[in-house]
């Protein structure tokens, strides 16, 4: 299992000096999810509130 914090995320993918909101990090992993649906990863990607998220083995 890997806990991936949002802002972890958000400075890898966006950088440290963009001028995007944490949010979009949401938009973007439901993007995601919806891909990831119905296949054997749709389940492993799951929230931790007020921290980010976690990716659970298969």
């Known amino acids: 299992n ?3 914090p ?3 995320i958000f400075d890898r993918i966006w950088g440290f ?3 995007t909101t944490i ?3 949401e938009v973007y992993v439901s ?3 919806k ?3 119905g296949t054997a990863f749709g389940e ?3 929230t931790l509130r007020s921290v980010g998220y976690i990716l659970k083995n298969v």
């Open 2 to 4: 890997v806990i991936l």
């Open 6 to 8: 949002k802002t972890q």
């Open 17 to 19: 000096d963009s001028d």
């Open 23 to 25: 949010s979009v990090v």
């Open 31 to 33: 993007k995601v999810r």
């Open 35 to 37: 891909k990831l649906k």
């Open 44 to 46: 492993n990607l799951q």
